[in-house]
């Protein structure tokens, strides 16, 4: 038996973004800081980048995660940043995007809170996830 094994965690390639308003904030308006909003979410304070839309769900799949609320601010939150490094990687062009429905958002934040941010994200799709797998399965017959 070969060990090889066929890997398709390749980074360089980007996923198709359908949603041309992401495409725009991402590579266009991405390189102006008015691109970006703010999710606040428990202790977490992340810049986001994407459409309005996607932004927005993105930011709501996130709240599915905490009891509290998950905010999202179209300008910079009245404390700022409170991480150093979340500071200096919103000028870091090189983030890797999160695909969102058919678009996708990219979160300029240090590798430890894009990381936790990332982490809600999935937690907060399969939540969304089994909250309607229930509803469906919760039919009778
Ligand atoms: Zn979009
Ligand atoms: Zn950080």
């Known amino acids: 038996m070969d ?41 977490l304070t992340v810049p986001l980048v994407g459409c309005d839309e996607h932004v927005e769900q993105f930011a709501a799949t996130c709240g599915l995660t905490t009891r509290g609320s998950a905010d999202l601010l179209q300008h910079r939150p009245a404390g700022g940043i409170q991480c150093p490094s979340c500071r200096l990687a919103v000028r870091n062009p090189t983030q890797p995007m999160i695909p969102v429905a058919d678009g996708a958002v990219v979160v300029p934040a240090c590798p430890e809170h894009q990381a936790d941010t990332v982490d809600r994200f999935q937690i907060g799709l399969q939540t969304r996830h089994q909250l309607t797998t229930t509803l469906n399965a919760s039919r009778p017959g």
Request: hydrophobic fraction near 35%.
């Open 3 to 43: 060990t090889y094994q066929q890997r398709s965690d390749d980074l360089s390639a980007e996923p198709p973004i359908q949603c041309e308003a992401c495409r725009t904030a991402l590579f266009v308006g991405g390189q102006t800081r008015d691109a970006l909003s703010f999710l606040l979410v428990d202790e």
